[in-house]
């Protein structure tokens, strides 16, 4: 099946740094991506959706400056967690919206911690 | 708006008998609903979806869902459980008008087989 790969699984930064989170769709082109992000016990909460050369969308609460989406190709997506701070810290998820089919899928997950 | 609840955090069960998960949403708009299975370390995969047709849905690894409008609810189940059917579960619902691409998820139910 389609895969979607994210990158790194596991980062650990110190407070006040930046994290770029890959998420690439490897066998198909996606035409919109999202990023979720999900606390222990907890549901997987949508940030932003983006699309294929376009600004993301973002979720209301969610900070634009902080949490930077870029969708520069039909198959990658970053999301970059600026000035990282301990609260930052949780398992982000992106997934990917095939071209044609519409069917969505999911990569692993990556978890920060922020120390 | 849409919103999702799972009742049960952790279900455990013996191996080879049946389970079932609870799903209850609440939408002002229709909806289409989905199952998703979470293995450790490992990304989200599509179980089943309820579009529209038929209540009952049959999904991979033996899984069915049914769909009840009157007491919206999306209740997983399946006859004979298997340990390697161990994993997170998740119900997520996305409208039919204006944010028909966003999926909003319950907060997943940790299915547990045990010999």
């Known amino acids: 099946g389609a895969v979607v790969s994210q990158h790194p699984s596991r980062v650990i930064c110190k407070s006040g740094t930046s994290v770029k989170i890959e998420c690439r769709s490897l066998?198909?082109?996606?035409?919109?991506m999202f990023w979720y992000r999900q606390f222990p016990k907890q549901s997987l909460m949508l940030m932003a959706t983006?699309?294929?050369?376009?600004?993301?969308?973002?979720e209301q609460g969610v900070e634009k400056d902080k949490f930077l989406i870029n969708h520069a190709s039909l198959t990658l997506s970053t999301l970059t967690v600026t000035s990282a701070h301990p609260e930052d810290s949780s398992f982000y998820i992106c997934?990917?919206?095939?071209?044609?089919?519409?069917?969505?899928?999911f990569g692993e997950g990556s978890r920060l911690t922020v120390l | 708006a849409q919103s999702v609840t799972q009742l049960d955090s952790q279900v455990p069960v013996f191996e080879e008998a049946p389970v079932e998960l609870r799903c209850n949403y609440s939408?002002?708009?229709?909806?289409?609903l989905f199952w998703y299975v979470q293995y450790p370390n490992q990304g989200l995969q599509l179980l089943l979806k309820?579009?529209?047709?038929?209540?009952l849905v049959k999904g991979i690894n033996g899984f069915e869902a049914e769909f009840n409008k009157s007491q919206t609810s999306f209740h997983l189940r399946k006859p004979s459980v298997h340990i390697s059917d161990t994993a997170e579960y998740f119900c997520?619902?996305?409208?039919?008008?204006?944010?028909?691409?966003?999926?909003?998820f319950g907060t997943g139910t940790q299915l547990k087989v045990e010999l």
């Open positions: 997934s990917a919206r095939a071209r044609g089919t519409g069917e969505l899928f």
């Open positions: 066998d198909f082109q996606a035409t919109t």
């Open positions: 983006s699309n294929e050369g376009s600004k993301a969308t973002y």
């Open positions: 939408s002002s708009v229709s909806v289409y």
């Open positions: 309820y579009l529209s047709g038929s209540t």
């Open positions: 997520a619902v996305s409208g039919l008008t204006g944010g028909g691409n966003k999926l909003t």
